[in-house]
């Protein structure tokens, strides 16, 4: 894979190179059959897909929290906000929440911290502002 993307990292840096390198490795044949064998016999075990069922529910309950607390503090300024959604953006990166930003910005806001948060963290996050567990 390094070699592969050695020989295309300057098509890659260019944006004309928009494929899977695995797709280009000497055996990606194998590979593929590898990645599909996995798909069937791994991925689809029972507790594979609970946790991932799981994992949608604790994204989006993170996402829909955190932004919902983000609109009204846009939409009501600091002093308006509700009590829940001051407490709740003291939990977000400090600095990231500023006066001003657009619906868009406030989305990039919340979704880029959720994405830096480790599996375990998102985890323990959602039960604690879901009042499934203290800390």
């Known amino acids: 894979v390094v070699a592969v993307f050695l020989d295309r990292e300057e098509a890659i840096l260019l944006g004309d190179f928009d494929d899977d390198l695995m797709r280009h490795i000497e055996h990606a044949s194998e590979f593929a059959a590898f990645k599909d064998l996995a798909r069937k016999k791994v991925y689809s075990a029972r507790a594979v897909v609970e946790v991932e069922a799981c994992g949608f529910k604790v994204l989006g309950g993170l996402l829909d929290a955190f932004l919902s607390a983000l609109d009204d503090y846009a939409s009501n300024g600091s002093a308006k906000a509700s009590a829940r959604s001051k407490t709740m953006l003291r939990l977000l990166p400090e600095g990231s929440v500023k006066d001003g930003l657009d619906y868009y910005e406030r989305a990039l ?18 039960q604690r502002i879901h009042g499934i567990s203290l800390p």
């Open 109 to 126: 806001v919340v979704t880029d911290a959720v994405s830096g948060m480790t599996d375990s963290f998102a985890l323990t996050m959602y």
